[in-house]
C-alpha cells in the first residue's frame, strides 16, 4: 500500500510569484486536506477536498486554492507569494463514510520565501 | 472557536523518565481528540485518539484519557526512551470527516 506522497519536497520562490505543489493520496482514499505549518507552531487546515470539490476551508485569502482530481490526487496553488507563506505545507488523505476516518499525512513540502 | 492548548516546550527528560504532556481544548460539541507525534524529518503520524468521554487511547506505552469534566487530554508515558525525542501535537476534530485543530506542539528531547 503506497502512502501519501507530495512533491517537491523543498521549494524557493520569491514574493509575488505563483507556486504549485502536488499531493497523491493513500490508495483506496478520495479526500484531501491541506494544512499550512508555520516554523515552530501546529499545522493550520487550508482546505480539504472531496470528489473535486472544496469541501471545506480554514482562515486562508482567496489567493490559496486548490484541485482535486479524477484520481483523487490533488494541488495547492499560492498565488502572489508572501514572506509569511514561508512553512512546511503537508497533506493528508482519508476515505469518507468509514467509521474510523484517519487522516495520513505526508513528509510535507518546505516552501522558502524570500 | 475550536481551540487546542498544550504545554510550552521543549521539555528535556532523562531516559526511563516519567512523561507527562498536558493539553487542554476548547469546543462547541464533542470532538474527538488525538495525539500527533512528528519525528525529525518526518510527516506528522497518528499516536492515539478517544472518541468520547473517558476512553484512553494508548499506542507505543503512551496513553491519554479523555476527560469531559477537565476539558483535557493528557498524554503520559511510564518510561520514555531516547527514541521518543520528537515534537507532539495535540489535535481536535469535531466530526469524523472533518478539519483537525492542532495545538502549537511540544518539543521533547530525551536524554541518553
Known amino acids: 500500500e503506497t502512502g501519501v506522497t507530495q512533491s517537491p519536497t523543498h521549494l524557493i520562490k520569491t514574493r509575488g510569484q505563483q507556486v504549485t505543489l502536488r499531493c497523491s493520496s493513500q490508495s483506496g482514499h478520495n479526500t484531501v486536506s491541506w494544512y499550512q505549518q508555520a516554523l515552530g507552531q501546529g499545522p493550520q487546515f487550508i482546505f480539504q477536498?472531496?470528489?473535486?470539490?472544496?469541501?471545506g476551508r480554514g482562515n486562508f485569502p482567496p489567493r490559496f486554492s486548490g484541485l482535486q482530481f479524477p484520481n483523487y490526487s490533488s494541488e495547492l496553488n499560492v498565488n502572489a507569494l508572501e514572506l509569511d507563506d514561508s512553512a512546511l505545507y503537508l497533506c493528508?488523505?482519508?476515505?469518507?463514510?468509514?467509521?474510523?476516518?484517519?487522516?495520513?499525512f505526508g513528509p510535507g513540502t518546505r516552501l522558502t520565501v524570500l | 472557536g475550536d481551540s487546542v492548548t498544550q504545554m510550552e516546550g521543549p521539555v528535556t527528560l532523562s531516559e526511563e523518565a516519567f512523561l507527562t504532556i498536558n493539553c487542554t481544548y476548547t469546543a462547541t460539541g464533542y470532538p474527538s481528540l488525538f495525539w500527533y507525534v512528528q519525528y525529525p524529518g518526518e510527516g506528522l503520524q497518528l499516536l492515539l485518539k478517544a472518541t468520547k468521554a473517558d476512553d484512553k487511547g494508548s499506542n507505543k506505552g503512551f496513553e491519554a484519557t479523555y476527560r469531559k469534566e477537565t476539558t483535557s487530554f493528557h498524554l503520559e508515558k511510564g518510561s520514555v526512551q531516547v527514541s521518543d525525542s520528537a515534537v507532539y501535537f495535540c489535535?481536535?476534530?469535531?466530526?469524523?470527516?472533518?478539519?483537525?485543530?492542532f495545538g502549537k506542539g511540544t518539543r521533547l528531547h530525551i536524554l541518553p
Open positions: 489535535a481536535l476534530s469535531e466530526s469524523r470527516d472533518d478539519k483537525i485543530i
Open positions: 477536498y472531496y470528489r473535486e470539490e472544496e469541501n
Open positions: 493528508a488523505s482519508s476515505r469518507q463514510g468509514l467509521v474510523d476516518n484517519e487522516q495520513f
